[in-house]
Antibody
């Protein structure tokens, strides 16, 4: 069964850091682009970042460029999102997802990040 | 990176068809055949319904179909069922990044 499990969320003060993890199983992780998507409770989905199969290509939404870093470890079938200089507006549920062509077809359950003093 | 425009809500009776529009620009929807659609029930992760404008992943009923004309993509749900009551989002490649739609609440009357 193809699975993605997000973890690492929590409560952090403004300016702080968190590292989200995404453990995958049941598919060839190294064969897929991966992505992070976030959602403020009660609001819409927002794409955050992408990484290609070998980690050589990374793309970010403008508001997180220079603060967030996406990475992956193909040997451990995992991807990560290092989030620095966190702001209140980064508060959201963060989802890890697998790309299948242009669609995100396997999603984690989401991990909640709350930025507050 | 402006969100794609979707109607806030649509509704229909069981068995009817509804269509959700997703309007962007030539830099996103109009520029690529890389539009996807997602269904999300409250408290759940999104589920992929359509990718590459009109392709359905295995397991998605053929009641769900996608199309595109110019800068507007559409999702049609035929034969509306009670379990289709959910939020729906479109998404498009936009150069080096992706952009989601504003989301549409579908209500099955």
């Amino acid at each position: 069964d193809e699975q993605v499990v997000d973890s690492g969320g929590g409560l952090v003060q403004p300016g702080g850091s968190l590292r989200l993890s995404c453990a995958t199983s049941g598919f060839t992780f190294a064969g897929h682009w991966m992505t992070w998507v976030r959602q403020v409770p009660g609001k819409g989905l927002e794409w955050v970042a992408n990484i290609n199969q070998d980690g050589s290509e990374k793309y970010y939404m403008d508001s997180v460029k220079g603060r967030f870093t996406i990475s992956r470890d193909n040997a451990k079938n995992s991807q990560f999102l290092q989030m620095n200089s966190l702001r209140a507006e980064d508060t959201a549920v963060y989802y890890c997802a697998r790309f299948h062509y242009s669609g995100m077809d396997v999603w984690g359950q989401g991990t909640t990040v709350t930025v507050s003093s | 990176q402006s969100a794609l425009t979707q109607p806030r809500s649509v509704s229909g009776s069981p068995g009817q068809s509804v269509t959700i529009s997703c309007t962007g620009t030539a830099s996103d929807v109009g520029g690529y055949n890389y539009v996807s659609w997602y269904q999300q029930h409250p408290g759940k992760a999104p589920k992929l319904l359509i990718y590459d404008v009109n392709k359905r992943p295995s397991g998605v009923p053929d009641r769900f179909s996608g199309s595109k004309s110019g800068n507007t993509a559409s999702l049609t749900i035929s034969g509306l069922q009670a379990e289709d009551d959910a939020d729906y989002y479109c998404c498009s490649l936009a150069g080096a990044f992706y952009v989601f739609g504003t989301g549409t609440e579908v209500t099955v009357l």
